[in-house]
């Protein structure tokens, strides 16, 4: 019999697509803060380099937690083959001396 913690997570799961969905076509579009939008001129070429800017300091900033854990795990991962095959390595060479 499922608990009541699953039914929740259940139905949430469900949900969260959906009032994301709600929340875009409502909101249509979604704007910067009020400084930042008032101090960006679009239709200005430098103000576009600044937006352009903005907009790639974001991506950095949100692609900079995938990437640590990415290369922390791919360490985590190469030393342990390493030690692995080591430790392989070494049992063949006890081998032979036997």
Same mark, same amino acid.
């Given at each position: 019999?499922?608990?009541?913690?699953?039914?929740?997570?259940?139905? %949430?799961?469900?949900? @969260?697509?959906? /009032?994301?969905?709600? !929340?875009?076509?409502?909101?249509?579009?979604?704007? !910067?803060?009020?400084?930042?939008?008032? $101090?960006?001129?679009?239709?200005?070429?430098?103000?576009?380099?600044?937006?352009?800017? +903005?907009? +790639?300091?974001?991506?950095?900033? %949100? !692609?900079?937690?995938?990437?640590?854990? !990415?290369?922390?795990? @791919? +360490?985590?991962?190469?030393?342990?083959?390493?030690?692995? $095959?080591?430790? @392989?390595? $070494?049992?063949?060479?006890?081998? /032979?001396? $036997?």
């Amino acid at each position: 019999m499922p608990s009541e913690d699953s039914s929740v997570i259940r139905r %949430l799961s469900t949900l @969260a697509p959906l /009032i994301v969905v709600l !929340a875009v076509l409502v909101c249509g579009e979604v704007l !910067a803060c009020p400084t930042c939008k008032d $101090a960006v001129n679009t239709s200005d070429p430098d103000g576009l380099n600044v937006a352009r800017g +903005y907009f +790639y300091s974001i991506l950095l900033m %949100l !692609a900079m937690p995938f990437t640590l854990v !990415a290369s922390f795990g @791919a +360490y985590v991962w190469r030393e342990t083959r390493r030690q692995k $095959a080591g430790s @392989a390595h $070494a049992d063949d060479q006890s081998r /032979i001396e $036997a």
